[in-house]
């Protein structure tokens, strides 16, 4: 992405999450989908929530009982994120930080959470942060991602398509957000950059829902 999307996808989050500062909201956490992720990650273990947003399932992975790190792009997401952990009494690393360049050494991790995230980078990005998410899972470790497609009722009167595949909204309520549906070509080829899919699902919505293993590298 060049300088002007970069800001407007920051722009368009921080709106979103403002929103969750003004009313000090908070979704419920995705406790079905995270299933997928505990069964395999034991625990006491370390848990990465990578674009986190306000927090919830940061906070529901604390709770039962992981090690939790939230980090994502947004300052105001974070803030939000910052000010739920302290009402909930629960602790939690927060952090500002890009998917596509994390903060942490390598070998970090137990688990890996990412949701909604993949399908909002464009090409090089999904393929910045996956290597990211390698790098920093310790053998074996877990990768829970899902991807969105298109809505049914999504209107490309309102964005603009790149050549990767991305929409990118130049109006309407969602200006600024960048998305880009899975595909299943790109998605076969994940085992060859080194993982193991463990869980591939198909929601109602047509959202893909995969559990990705790092395999251990050759000797």
């Not at 969750?20 to 990465?48: D, N, W």
């Not at 998917?99 to 942490?104: I, N, S, V």
């Not at 998410?133 to 991807?147: A, D, S, V």
């Not at 998605?187 to 293993?213: A, F, H, V, Y």
Request: glycine content about 10%; overall charge neutral; proline content about 4%.
């Amino acid at each position: 992405m060049n300088t002007n999307q970069e800001t407007a996808v920051r722009n368009y989050w921080d709106k979103t999450w403002g929103k969750f500062l003004k009313y000090q909201g908070m979704i419920a956490p995705s406790g079905k989908l995270l299933q997928h992720l505990i069964s395999h990650v034991e625990r006491g273990g370390t848990v990465l929530d990578l674009g986190c947003g306000e927090g919830r399932n940061t906070i529901y992975l604390s709770r039962v009982g992981y090690r939790t790190v939230g980090i994502d792009l947004s300052p105001k997401g974070v803030r939000v994120l910052l000010n739920n952990v302290f009402e909930e009494e629960v602790r939690a690393l927060v952090l500002i930080g890009d998917a596509r360049e994390l903060p942490f050494q390598t070998g970090s991790f137990d688990g890996i959470l990412a949701h909604n995230l993949f399908d909002h980078m464009d090409a090089v990005g999904f393929g910045k942060s996956l290597a990211e998410c390698y790098r920093l899972l310790r053998p074996q470790g877990m990768l829970l991602m899902t991807l969105d497609a298109l809505p049914a009722n999504f209107d490309s009167r309102h964005a603009v398509k790149r050549d990767d595949g991305s929409w990118v909204f130049i109006a309407g309520t969602h200006k600024g957000m960048l998305v880009r549906p899975w595909n299943e070509t790109e998605l076969q080829e994940l085992q060859e950059d080194g993982w193991e899919r463990i869980k591939d699902e198909m929601t109602p919505r047509k959202s893909k829902i995969l559990l990705l293993r790092k395999k251990p590298q050759a000797t």
